[in-house]
């Protein structure tokens, strides 16, 4: 919005908001599809009968004509999307980047409506349709191609459109139009394709009547044609996008050294890029030459432009390593649609998302043959951040078949940090792989007196099954890494532990724990115990896990008192009444039964990176409070976040804007503090110290607990 937005600054259709703006079309879209459909049905009758006559040849093109409107729609919509893709993921990797300053939420927000330009060109169309095809002199169907027409539209919008632009856009930045109008555009210093269409309606009136002149004029003359027309339409479209889209994609210096002439023709991202950032030079729209003639032309153009070739990509410091979840989870990504992106994802409320299914498909099809790829950049305290994504859906990673080429896609991933210099990557959702127990061991003694508890409870046979043994698998095959791997377990524990702390009534020590025990549920369990709770579990196989686990830690915690005995706090339920105790620690294979069976007024704490309620059950009591994933809120100086994090949020949505899930916060948390051991290291415990160390370093560089 501009500083003193003035009339007209708003679209017609605001009230109906994003969702239902494109019901402005809805009559215009059905009656030319009824109209298409009788003009085709009363061909085949026309035609059977042999009585198909000349004097409906008018009328059949303008049909045609009125049709094509709503395709050609569609058209610049994906146009538009090409760019904001291809523009986000060229960004975040930093190589012909032109502008390193961040983009945040706020300007996301601000140009969620870029499509609104979109919808009224079509309303135009739409309306007007008849008066252009009787005003066309033709009686023919509009040919693709007709040569005079071309060149007509090329002369005049490099003449009138181009010089009545560049003084317009002078006006603009006069005080009074400028804080009325034309601030809007400008709020964003570091510009994404569709910046270039962010402007209040009042501009786009004066815009559509520019681009306009070529077009009615070769209606006029009888020359129209559809390159004519909709290719001028898709060229200013494509210029547009060009400009905004911060980074150097003119590579071709060389063509500038032979011909000096057309960098004064054709103008460059760069050089439309200091017109964001100087305000005051490079006024012209698409042709340079206008600056040039005008005394307007920034000097730092060509400096600029030969700078932005010549960077390189980014060297991340910490790489967070995340994967997709659900098949359309891929327009949830930064370089996906920025909509849904920056706001948390509700699957239930993105019905739309259904019409896109060739894409989705296509894409998880594609996924199949690629490596992982960066998606998001972000800076902390001088330190570059990255998340690279791992192309594999959750429901993968539960499946044997694919566990081969997860892991394979992982180690890939770690060795490709490790390459480009990453001090510290730190592993998301799945990629941890920690579905079950998993025992330390110090000593070859240790591990003898650890195999003979082990001997004891029959259960303990799944303690190998894992994906990739909470990633131990690549340390020990490549133990010359000097990257460090975190898995964010301490932190989890951590908040799972404030959480109980601060919400657990005065007096109540017990809680309830169900789902399948992990490292950090045993971590966490084992911590209650020492801190004085009763930890109560309703399965003689989770009881024997947990005491085991318990008299493990015993032995090789040094701080702990050898006399203690912290597994007298652990204790099987053997009535239904034991177990009624309002604060609940839930996991994986945590069923709807369990939910039902928890009395009201229940808490339903998560400690699994996915809480066991997202798309499993049917229904979740409002008598009961759901908490989120693991997560934190990042402090200010964390910057470029303009995106939600894949985890999952309490209903059903994805985490909250600027919340990044334990795991993610934990690796910045360890190269800020330049720990240097691996978090999954098989030769270490999380005791309780190390839970209060990253608990104490995770507030002192501001994340906090979400509200």
């Not at 094509?68 to 058209?75: A, K, M, S």
């Not at 693709?144 to 856009?169: C, N, Q, R, S």
């Not at 370089?335 to 019905?351: D, E, I, M, R, V």
């Not at 809120?633 to 999952?648: D, F, K, Q, R, W």
Request: proline share 5%; charged share 15%.
């Amino acid at each position: 919005m501009a500083s003193k937005p003035g009339i007209l600054t708003d679209w017609p259709w605001k009230h109906l908001g994003n969702r239902l703006k494109y019901l402005v079309l809805a009559p215009w879209v059905v009656d030319s599809m009824y109209t298409a459909l009788k003009m085709m049905i009363k061909s085949i009758f026309t035609k059977a009968e042999g009585l198909r006559g000349s004097n409906n040849n008018s009328r059949d093109y303008g049909t045609r004509i009125y049709w094509n409107v709503f395709p050609f729609l569609l058209w610049r919509i994906i146009h538009a999307q090409i760019w904001i893709s291809y523009s986000r993921f060229r960004t975040t990797k930093a190589k012909n980047r032109i502008v390193d300053k961040p983009i945040e939420f706020e300007q996301v927000d601000r140009e969620s409506n870029w499509d609104d330009n979109i919808i009224f060109t079509a309303v135009i169309f739409y309306s007007t349709y008849k008066w252009l095809l009787a005003a066309s002199k033709v009686n023919s169907p509009i040919p693709f191609w007709k040569a005079d027409g071309v060149v007509m539209t090329i002369l005049l919008h490099m003449g009138p459109v181009e010089f009545l632009y560049y003084w317009f856009h002078r006006a603009l930045h006069h005080h009074f139009l400028y804080s009325h109008y034309h601030s809007h555009h400008h709020s964003s210093i570091v510009t994404e394709p569709v910046t270039s269409v962010t402007h209040p309606f009042a501009e786009h009136v004066i815009y559509f009547i520019l681009f306009g002149i070529p077009i009615i004029t070769v209606i006029l003359t009888g020359t129209v044609s559809i390159v004519a027309v909709g290719g001028y339409i898709t060229y200013i479209d494509f210029m547009n996008y060009l400009g905004h889209c911060n980074f150097e994609l003119v590579t071709v210096s060389y063509v500038y050294s032979i011909f000096p002439l057309l960098k004064y023709l054709f103008y460059t991202p760069s050089f439309h890029s200091l017109h964001h950032t100087q305000f005051r030079t490079n006024y012209s729209l698409f042709m340079p030459i206008y600056d040039l003639i005008y005394g307007t032309m920034d000097t730092s153009s060509g400096e600029l432009y030969k700078t932005s070739l010549s960077r390189t990509d980014e060297q991340p410091d910490i790489v967070h390593l995340t994967h997709l979840t659900t098949l359309d989870s891929i327009y949830q990504l930064q370089p996906g649609l920025g909509s849904l992106a920056s706001k948390p994802y509700n699957p239930n409320t993105k019905w739309y998302l259904i019409f896109a299914w060739p894409l989705t498909y296509l894409c998880s099809f594609l996924f199949g043959y690629i490596s992982s790829f960066v998606a998001e950049r972000n800076t902390f305290n001088g330190l570059n951040l990255q998340t690279w994504v791992v192309p594999k859906y959750a429901y993968q990673y539960k499946l044997t078949s694919q566990r081969k080429k997860i892991n394979f896609l992982l180690e890939k991933a770690i060795l490709e940090a490790e390459k480009a210099g990453v001090n510290v990557i730190s592993l998301g959702l799945l990629n941890q792989a920690s579905y079950s127990l998993k025992l330390y061991t110090l000593s070859p003694s240790l591990a003898l007196i650890i195999w003979l508890l082990k001997t004891q409870c029959a259960k303990c046979q799944h303690i190998d099954e894992e994906l990739n043994k909470n990633v131990e698998v690549y340390l020990e095959k490549h133990p010359q890494l000097k990257i460090r791997v975190v898995d964010g377990s301490s932190l989890t524990v951590a908040l799972v532990i404030n959480n109980i702390t601060n919400i657990i009534p005065d007096g109540a020590r017990q809680v309830t724990m169900r789902g399948k025990l992990t490292k950090v549920a045993y971590t966490v369990a084992c911590i209650l115990c020492q801190k004085g709770y009763q930890v109560i579990v309703t399965s003689m196989d989770e009881f024997e896990n947990l005491n085991l686990k318990l008299k493990t830690m015993m032995m090789m915690d040094t701080t702990m008192s050898l006399t203690s005995d912290i597994s007298s706090n652990l204790i099987l339920s053997t009535t239904t009444i034991d177990a009624h105790n309002q604060m609940w620690l839930v996991g994986d294979e945590f069923n709807d039964d369990d939910q039902r069976n928890a009395p009201t007024g229940t808490f339903f704490i998560p400690f699994s990176q996915i809480p066991p309620w997202i798309m499993s059950f049917k229904n979740m009591r409002k008598d009961c409070v759901y908490f989120n994933t693991p997560a934190m809120t990042v402090p200010p100086a964390l910057e470029n976040i303009h995106s939600c994090e894949y985890g999952m949020h309490v209903s059903r949505d994805w985490l909250p804007r600027r919340v990044m899930s334990t795991s993610r916060v934990a690796g910045i948390v360890h190269a800020l503090e330049n720990w240097d051991a691996h978090e999954c290291d098989r030769n270490s415990i999380i005791t309780l110290e190390d839970v209060e160390k990253v608990w104490v370093a995770s507030l002192r560089h501001g994340f906090r607990c979400p509200p």
